[in-house]
């Protein structure tokens, strides 16, 4: 992916920072760079740019279950944050940023300055010149001193103040970020993708787990459902309650934090209250599965014996039945409930083993929480 061309600044360096990715710290410090620019910030806090890293690395981590790369101190520092906070898998930016700030645990702010430690020097390498093998491993204010004496770098450093210590982005590079942002954040995301899924080879869906998770347009399924309790009663699968039109919320058996995706034969119905309960975890398979089979097989038979419900069932496959391999194993018609059950577990069991693999967690339903 080409970058937009400037006679005012090095585009051939910046093509080369993400060269020697084996961590994710350039990958997330520059976000948090640019993300500061389009708000329209030429100086900036190391305490800002990592509680951005943070923040933008926390539905990777707690919400998705992606793998970072080994030993990774950011993902380290978010699964802590998790245990000492009460912040949600899926909570809004802002308020995690607002936690960090006023966040004093001392593993933290430990934490945190480790992050500082090469990643602001390293990531303009491409642009220095002066600088050559072991002469990065000096001090940090011989280090700024050195770096503030290149020409033409993204940005320079003010006077070494701790989590304090700023840098400026030079106004040339302030110019070119600002005015070519939708550009380079579409090279960011392809470089963030290609980093991910070398390490999380088997996940689907990595392209939508770079940002908090959007609400779900399931409203022809939900549609779907609530015309077959038109013509049949249904229970659903955790809780047994009897579903009716006002309470039903549609429920990804695997979540959708882990398939990223709406495929028809991963949802079915349950109440708002018991989906809310459920949340990210994985129902456990022995328990939930073989009810979830016989009430997809009721679906079946219902949907291929009244002319209405199959329209229904058509207009949701148009969105939500993307492999016609994978229709026609479970969906075709004249099946008995052997194979119909053998077919969903070939599709379903795989997906749901990979997401347990990731850490998902077992789930099973308590009508007292």
């Known amino acids: 992916m080409q970058l937009p061309y400037s006679a005012n600044v090095e585009i051939q360096h910046l ?24 708000e329209g910030k030429d100086q900036i ?37 998790q245990e000492i906070s009460q912040l949600k898998s899926s909570e809004k930016k802002e308020n995690i940023i607002r936690y960090l700030k006023d966040c004093t645990d001392k593993e933290v702010v430990k934490r945190k300055r480790i992050l500082t430690k090469n990643v602001p020097y390293r990531i303009q390498a491409p642009f220095i010149d002066k600088i050559k093998g072991k002469e990065w491993n000096v001090g940090e204010n011989e280090l700024i001193s050195k770096i503030n004496q290149e020409y033409r770098l993204m940005y320079y450093f003010e006077a070494l103040n701790g989590m304090q210590t700023s840098i400026r982005i030079s106004s040339e590079w302030f110019t070119y970020m600002q005015k070519n942002q939708e550009i380079i954040k579409g090279w960011l995301q392809y470089n963030i993708i290609k980093y991910l899924q070398k390490r999380n080879p088997s996940v689907p869906g990595i392209a939508d787990k770079l940002y908090p998770p959007q609400e779900r347009k399931l409203e022809k399924v939900k549609k779907y459902w609530k015309l077959l309790l038109t013509v049949h009663s249904i229970h659903e699968i955790y809780g047994h309650v009897q579903l009716s039109e006002k309470d039903i919320s549609i429920d990804h058996f695997v979540p959708w934090s882990y398939v990223a995706h709406d495929e028809f034969w991963n949802l079915h119905p349950t109440t708002r209250n018991i989906n809310s309960s459920k949340n990210n975890s994985l129902p456990n398979w022995n328990v939930y599965f073989p009810q979830l089979a016989k009430l997809e097989f009721t679906s079946y038979e219902i949907m291929w014996k009244y002319e209405a419900l199959h329209d229904e069932f058509e207009k949701c496959a148009k969105e939500h039945l993307n ?23 070939e599709i379903l069991h795989p997906v749901y083993q990979s997401a347990k693999n990731c850490g998902f967690k077992d789930w099973v339903f308590s009508s007292g929480k």
């Open 15 to 38: 093509n080369r920072i993400f060269d020697n990715t084996s961590e994710c710290y350039k990958l997330f410090w520059f976000q948090a760079i640019l993300t500061k620019v389009v």
């Open 45 to 81: 806090t190391y305490e800002e740019l990592v509680d951005e890293m943070i923040a933008d690395a926390w539905y990777m981590v707690i919400e998705y279950h992606l793998n970072l790369g080994p030993r990774d101190t950011l993902e380290s520092l978010v699964l802590y944050l």
């Open 323 to 345: 492999d016609n391999i994978v229709r026609r194993k479970i969906y075709r018609k004249g099946q008995d409930f052997v194979s119909f059950a053998n077919a969903l577990e």
